[in-house]
């Protein structure tokens, strides 16, 4: 496609539910990966898929976090039990692989959760 | 991991008038990204620019990557520049994650 897409939009959950946030990349990007921008943390890392290398999973801020990345291209992050703090809007980039990271990340429209 | 550092943190300007930008940064990189974040969200690349000096209309950046600090300069601003600016860094030696290491932002707010 034409740029990263993401879906739904906008989430709206009640506490103890799970979501699924889905993205898709540009077609061609081998490398993948999933932000948070929320109010009081700014932009951070969750985890970074590449090809088919075992993801990097290190920004995940618990076990109730997963993500996962079919045939190299679509991911799904999922958040178990949600909580309010898990409020946030939820950022997809994708890029090609550069071997040493000099490659320009590309971002969706981002997923809007709300909490209640 | 490394430290970015973005000011002015918020700037109000006239329609018009021109504005420095600044992104520092603690530790050599080999990425180094300018966004804009508008008013629905959307984070828009502008440029990247791990070194050296870019072009985009308006918009021209600047990295000095000896000196650890990039700057983006928006000339005769516009209503619609309004947004929050991100500097987003990666260093070379960061393994095999690369991820991106964000600052926190300068809020820019444009008047007519």
């Known amino acids: 496609g034409a740029g990263v897409s993401q879906s739904p939009s906008n989430k709206v959950t009640e506490k103890g539910k799970d979501v699924e946030l889905r993205c898709d990349p540009i077609s061609g990007h081998t490398a993948l990966y999933w932000y948070r921008q929320s109010l009081g943390q700014g932009l951070e890392f969750l985890i970074y898929f590449q090809g088919n290398s075992a993801p990097d999973k290190s920004g995940l801020p618990s076990d109730r976090f997963s993500a996962e990345r079919t045939g190299g291209s679509v991911s799904t992050l999922t958040i178990q039990r949600t909580q309010q703090e898990d409020s946030a809007v939820y950022l997809c980039?994708?890029?090609?692989?550069?071997?040493?990271?000099?490659?320009?990340?590309?971002f969706g429209p981002g997923t809007r959760l709300l909490v209640l | 991991g490394i430290q970015v550092e973005q000011s002015p943190p918020d700037l109000i300007l006239q329609e018009g008038a021109n504005s420095t930008l600044r992104c520092n940064f603690s530790?050599?990189?080999?990425?180094l990204q300018w966004f804009h974040q508008n008013p629905w969200g959307q984070l828009i690349n502008l440029f990247y620019?791990?070194?050296g000096t870019k072009q985009n209309g308006r918009l021209s950046a600047t990295t000095v990557a000896t000196e650890r600090y990039s700057l983006l300069y928006i000339s005769s601003s516009q209503t619609t520049d309004s947004g929050v600016y991100f500097c987003?860094?990666?260093?070379?030696?960061?393994?095999?994650?690369?991820?991106?290491?964000f600052g926190k932002g300068t809020l820019l707010t444009v008047n007519p």
């Open positions: 987003a860094v990666r260093p070379p030696r960061g393994g095999s994650n690369y991820k991106l290491t």
């Open positions: 980039a994708s890029s090609l692989f550069a071997p040493g990271g000099g490659e320009t990340q590309y």
């Open positions: 530790d050599s990189v080999n990425n």
């Open positions: 620019i791990p070194s």
